[in-house]
């Protein structure tokens, strides 16, 4: 399996600019998960799906942050318009089953610089 | 409401010597608790988990992490420190039911030959 996927790995914006990151999960999976790491915060859970439905957009910071996934192997995080602050790793998880013992797996990551 | 702490941000260890690396967690009902590594610029690789039964738990890379259910502890050790252990490990928690996993600050170990 190629684990989960993300691109693009690396990508530099201006602000106000529209970015989309994007996630492919590893087959079979049907939990996804969006998560930001920062310096200073740490690692965020931003929003997470099951079944390709949104469960939970809590952590989702401003309206200018969208998220969907419109099949099971596909899912997609955009910000419009970006700032600066929204300088980050941005990281793709997936797990499967439907119990809580079941493992997370990440992918690389998107580093995103807003200049 | 689960919760994890790790007490330090971080941790020094000299190559050879053993390493413990923090965790306490909160949650009601029974823990699932896990523990992942980042190295720079990767993304988290999972290392080992507790589900149920022997405390002890064996992962990855040599790692183990001892589950105290008195102490809501579940520290990550290995016996001998290696150079390439350096990183950084996250302490995630999950409650019964399908939540995801709350991780903790994180912890950076650094091993100095």
């Known amino acids: 399996d190629a684990g989960v996927i993300q691109s693009p790995r690396h990508e530099v914006t201006e602000m106000g600019q529209e970015v989309t990151l994007r996630c492919k999960p590893i087959s079979g999976h049907d939990y996804l998960f969006w998560y930001r790491q920062t310096m200073m915060r740490g690692l965020e859970l931003l929003i997470y799906f099951n079944n390709n439905v949104p469960i939970d957009d809590s952590g989702m910071p401003e309206d200018r942050f969208s998220a969907k996934m419109p099949n099971a192997s596909f899912s997609t995080l955009k910000i419009q318009p970006s700032e600066p602050r929204d300088s980050a790793v941005y990281f793709c998880?997936?797990?499967?089953?439907?119990?809580?013992?079941?493992?997370?797996?990440f992918g690389p990551g998107t580093r995103l610089l807003v200049l | 409401a689960q919760s994890v702490a790790q007490p330090e941000d971080q941790v020094n260890v000299a190559e050879g010597n053993p390493l413990t690396v923090k965790c306490t967690y909160s949650?009601?009902?029974?823990?699932?608790l896990f523990w992942y590594v980042q190295y720079p610029n990767r993304g988290l690789q999972f290392l080992l988990k507790y589900i149920t039964g022997d405390n002890l738990v064996k992962g990855s890379y040599g790692f183990e992490a001892e589950f105290n259910k008195s102490q809501t502890s579940f520290h990550l050790k290995k016996p001998s420190a290696l150079v390439s252990d350096s990183a950084l490990y996250f302490c995630a928690v999950r409650g019964p039911g399908n939540t995801p996993l709350v991780f903790g600050k994180g912890t950076r170990l650094s091993v100095i030959a």
């Open positions: 949650v009601s009902g029974n823990p699932y």
């Open positions: 998880a997936s797990s499967g089953g439907r119990v809580p013992q079941e493992t997370q797996y």
